[in-house]
């Protein structure tokens, strides 16, 4: 007889019950060939005795394997392993279960360059995060519940739906956005995505093909710039000043070159947090129009403005269907509640549900349900009131400490909305040194590579405000300061 003891182990502590441990091991013996087809096993009552275990969890991981095709059991004889498996040359006795190669047994170009993600610290700077804990789950989660009884129903039944999003939250996404930005859509002209970076890779896919020149700013989002790259795009950049991506200078890439797609993000210029000027605004519209190409507008952030009213977005004032837009909820709600849209001309929208159906069925109905009703209960411009009056407060305080902080070392402008600061570092500060300085102290910080001008990193950096309490704020900035005074003593 098989050493069954040494052959089957059995973690009694583990969170797997014992029938399925002890299934999933005689399957592994039968795939290493220890037990090859015709082996009759011993009974219930002697492997349960040899294994210490119930002999109703062997019957019932025999059941399992019976039911699966591994066994055969006849009642009153001895279990039989299936002679329809196929004959496999007995390995050596290896632990049965060596779970997950390390590599993959073939060769395969590398992905796109992957973010680092390092387990954060306990402090962490982030680039302009919401903050978490005043997303309003409470309703969120009574929604997600009331969604999941009403879709339970038979008539509902969770099945496949429209891979263009659950219709009623495209009818309330369609009335907060006409109310806050001045969007005049309806359902048919908004697609739902999982956060606004599938929004900008459908598109990408849709509308730019192989060689295709794509402008970007002189420093950018770059998962959106490493979008159009995967879709083949030839990237241009274009210069950046205090009113935003220069106008003048896509004007003349026009008179060069083809162009088919401009990516902006005017309401808070990722990373810079300046806003396109009205002016500018107007002049790439008009630009869109003569020289035929398409403006991308990835508005992340509009919901958060604290002095004065926003400027509209430039989709608001398309009537030539040239302007894609893509929202996001990470900002407004959180970023790990994944939910965006797109706005766009109806055979646009057409177009996306077969391209996004090659690698997302659909959305997750439920949170759509549950989100669609948080906008038409109106507890989520509740929850904007709140947030924005939270990142106001946070924003002034953490300029004002900043200021009286790092002096020395930090110039920023006041943000005019957003969650981020852009502050430049003193030319001596090495950003790279900095942040590795931080982490020893427990602080998490970008070395500011992904903001780098032209490939070339020079000291910038996003502090994002919003997701620190006033305290956590100033402990935060309190490491950083003691960090710089070590490494750059002013
Ligand atoms: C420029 C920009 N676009 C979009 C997003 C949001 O992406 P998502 O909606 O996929 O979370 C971010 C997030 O930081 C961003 O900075």
Redesign the pocket.
Known sequence: MLPYYTLLPLDRQAATPLVQQLSAALIGLCQQGLLPPGTKLPGTRTLAALLHVHRETVAAAFEELAAQGWLTLQPTRAAVVSRHLPEVSAQSLAPVSAGIAARAGFVFPPGPPAPALARPPLLTLD??SPDGRLAPLAALTRNYRRASQHLAAPAARLGYGDPNGVLRLRQQLARYLRTTRGLVAGPEHIFTTR????GLHLLAQLVVAPGEAVVVAARG?QA?ETIFQQAGAQLHRVGLDAQGVVADEVAALCQRQRVRLLYL?PHHH?PTTVTLSAPRRMQLLALAEAHDFIILE?D?DFDYHYDGSPILPLASADRHGRVLYVG?L?KALA?AIRL?YVVAPPDVIAALGPLRRLVDRQGDVLLEEAVAELLAEGEFARHLKRARRHYHQRRDLACQVLRTELAAWLTFTVPAGGLAIWGQFHPAVQLPHLAAHCRQLGLGLSDGAKYALGGTADGSLRLGFASLTPAEWAESIGVLKKALQTLYPA
């Open positions: 680039e302009g956060g606004s970076i599938m989002y959106a993000t990722f990835d992340y996001s990470s970023p965006g």
